[in-house]
Nanobody, 126 residues
Framework: QLQLVESGGGLVQPGGSLRLSCVASGDMFEYHVIAWFRQVSGKEREAVSRISNSGRATDYLDSVKGRFTISRDNAKNTVYLQMNDLKPEDTAVYFC???????????????????WGHGTQVTVSS
C-alpha cells in the first residue's frame, strides 16, 4: 500500500486560495485512484474530490464545484487540490486517500480507500 503525506494547509481569509499536495511513496502510484476528504471536529469525514489513475476522470462535492480542482502528476507521485474562493465552511482537516480500485459509485465512501495520510489543517477566517 501507499504511504501518503499531505501538505499545504494553513490560515487563509475568505475568498483566498490554497494548494494542497499529497505525496505518495510506494509502488504503482499511477494505478491508484486518489481522493481528498475533509473532516470537521465532531462530524464525519466528507469526500471532497477524487481523480482516476489516468487523471482523465474527476468528481467533486457539489459545494466545491467550480472552486476546487484536483490534478495529479504521476511522474512526481503527487496529487494536488487547488482550492479557490475559500469559504469559512471549508475549514477542516483535509486528508488524501488512495485505493487500487474504486467504482465510480463508491468514490465518496471512506471505506473504499486503503491508504490514508494524517491530514493538513485548513482554516478559513477573516
Amino acid at each position: 500500500q501507499l504511504q501518503l503525506v499531505e501538505s499545504g494547509g494553513g490560515l487563509v481569509q475568505p475568498g483566498g486560495s490554497l494548494r494542497l499536495s499529497c505525496v505518495a511513496s510506494g509502488d504503482m502510484f499511477e494505478y491508484h485512484v486518489i481522493a481528498w476528504f475533509r473532516q470537521v471536529s465532531g462530524k464525519e469525514r466528507e469526500a471532497v474530490s477524487r481523480i482516476s489513475n489516468s487523471g482523465r476522470a474527476t468528481d467533486y462535492l457539489d459545494s466545491v464545484k467550480g472552486r476546487f480542482t484536483i490534478s495529479r502528476d504521476n511522474a512526481k507521485n503527487t496529487v494536488y487540490l487547488q482550492m479557490n474562493d475559500l469559504k469559512p465552511e471549508d475549514t477542516a482537516v483535509y486528508f488524501c486517500a488512495a485505493s487500487g480500485f474504486v467504482s465510480t459509485s463508491r468514490w465518496h465512501q471512506e471505506s473504499a480507500y486503503n491508504s490514508w495520510g494524517h491530514g493538513t489543517q485548513v482554516t478559513v477566517s477573516s
